[in-house]
């Protein structure tokens, strides 16, 4: 292992980078105009609830976590060295964060999927909120089963959230992911409730899943347009 990978690797590194992290995003969401859509989603929404976005579209979720709102919230994040930042980042943010990610490669276990299933649960049951991104591992903007089963066993609802800066770069990479930058204006909007009943066959999961899918599109293509201006109403 080189010099520079044992420091990128090292708990001191990514402590750094983790407040850098979050120091960058709290100034994005400063100095950008927020506009929410519907307006009281926080005072339709009973908490816990689970809470899916697309993958490359969640560097900004830590300020779902709104002052004032009963909206505990704890965050997937994987164990990869990326999602150490992240995670460091979250928790830097007030944001708790639950380490394991899902898998279409029988990796599921190697992963840490089984165990962050069960703390999400367990999670969702002390009335915690659960943000995790719905892809499938690697496949952008197709969900996976695994936010739906989250559903069915714990019986809690699933919201769906877009969030999009009006200033961004976005990278050619699997997800497609957003740097946010500051200024301008940041839309957030939601959409839901999304519920799955506890007896669900696999037919009705099927469904399910593409509710979330096809509700997710609906949010993001609704907030890109609204951060880039391309909505008559805008104030």
Do not use: C
């Amino acid at each position: 292992m080189t010099t520079f990978k044992r420091l990128a690797a090292s708990s001191t590194f990514m402590d750094a980078a983790g407040v850098a992290a979050a120091s960058y995003l709290r100034l994005v969401w400063m100095t950008t105009k927020q506009i929410l859509e519907p307006p009281n989603i926080y005072e339709v929404v009973e908490p816990p609830v689970i809470i899916a976005m697309w993958h490359g579209q969640h560097l900004t979720a830590p300020f779902l976590l709104r002052p004032g709102h009963a909206f505990r919230t704890k965050v997937l994040i994987s164990r990869h060295r990326d999602g150490e930042i992240n995670a460091r980042a979250a928790e830097r943010l007030g944001i708790g964060t639950i380490r394991g990610s899902g898998a279409h490669n029988g990796e599921f276990h190697r992963k840490g999927g089984a165990a962050a299933f069960g703390e999400m649960l367990e999670a969702l049951d002390e009335g915690y909120n659960i943000a995790l991104t719905a892809d499938v591992p690697k496949i952008a903007r197709v969900a996976g089963l695994g936010i739906v089963k989250l559903a069915q066993h714990s019986g809690r609802p699933i919201y769906v959230v877009a969030m999009a800066t009006q200033h961004r770069i976005e990278l050619k990479n699997w997800d497609r992911t957003a740097i946010n930058l500051p200024f301008g204006r940041i839309a957030t909007v939601a959409g839901g409730p999304i519920v799955v009943a506890r007896d669900a066959d696999a037919a009705a999961l099927e469904t399910a899943r593409q509710d979330v899918e096809r509700e997710l599109n609906r949010v993001t293509a609704r907030a890109y347009a609204i951060a880039d201006g391309h909505e008559g109403t805008l104030p």
